[in-house]
Nanobody, 115 residues
Framework: QVQLVESGGGLVQPGGSLRLSCAAS????????MAWYRQAPGKQRELVAS???????NYAGSVKGRFTISRDNPKRTVYLQMNRLEPDDTAVYYC?????????WGQGTQVTVSS
């Protein structure tokens, strides 16, 4: 089993920045792709960014140029640096980690962008 603990969410004004972290622990042999998703009220969960085991990244068009995903393999942690935040970025953000042939989800962390 893999446990994921997220941190870093909160309330921020438009134009501000936040950094999310997600640390994996438990019975882990190899961690594959790591990703961040988000779900706004009344909307489906969507992929925000992903990073492969070798560091290749992929971003949703709405966040490209503003968000940066990174990973620290020895620490089994994935990060999401969010800059120039907009009210439409308000959502619960979830990390997802692929290991041992399946994906695991974090508990989610709320990000609210409001003045």
């Amino acid at each position: 089993q893999v446990q994921l603990v997220e941190s870093g969410g909160g309330l921020v004004q438009p134009g501000g920045s936040l950094r999310l972290s997600c640390a994996a622990s438990g019975s882990i042999f190899i961690i594959g792709a790591m990703a961040w998703y988000r779900q706004a009220p009344g909307k489906q969960r969507e992929l925000v960014a992903s990073i492969g085991i070798s560091g290749g990244t992929n971003y949703a068009g709405s966040v490209k140029g503003r968000f940066t995903i990174s990973r620290d393999n020895p620490k089994r942690t994935v990060y999401l640096q969010m800059n120039r935040l907009e009210p439409d970025d308000t959502a619960v953000y979830y990390c997802n980690v692929y290991s041992g042939g399946r994906g695991y989800w974090g508990q989610g962390t709320q990000v609210t962008v409001s003045s």
